[in-house]
Nanobody, 128 residues
């Protein structure tokens, strides 16, 4: 499985950001797709995950869930993250990741080490 993130750029605070992940190779319905982000000087952190087959979602916390949507298009092999009401603290490199052999999303999706596949990341900068 190969992942390629795209769509980053400069966003005004209060605006919306949308990043995309192109998935290539063999991906099956029991995969979890996720978005992580890493701000300068900080550890990589989980943002959201989605089950490729069932479409159920899991978010980092309420502050992310209330203004974000993770989605996937199985026909196009794409995963998306849209985040509204962007804040300067959303500035980071956004990475897509995949883990396999999962029946549903769980809190273990937040653990970086559980993922076997990573994209190269796309920079998002939110200006105040």
């Amino acid at each position: 499985v190969q992942l390629q993130a795209s769509g980053g750029g400069l966003v005004q605070a209060g605006g919306s950001l949308r990043v995309s992940c192109t998935v290539s190779g063999s991906i099956f319905s029991n995969y979890i797709m996720a978005w992580f982000r890493q701000a300068p000087g900080k550890e990589r952190e989980f943002v959201a995950s989605i089950h490729w087959g069932g479409g159920d979602r899991y978010y980092r916390d309420d502050s992310v869930r209330t203004r974000s949507t993770i989605s996937r298009d199985t026909a196009k092999n794409m995963v998306y993250l849209q985040m509204n009401s962007a804040k300067p603290e959303d500035t980071a490199i956004y990475y897509c990741a995949a883990r396999k052999d999962r029946t549903r999303v769980t809190s273990t999706d937040s653990v970086t080490q559980n993922y076997s596949y990573w994209g190269q990341g796309t920079q998002v900068t939110v200006s105040s």
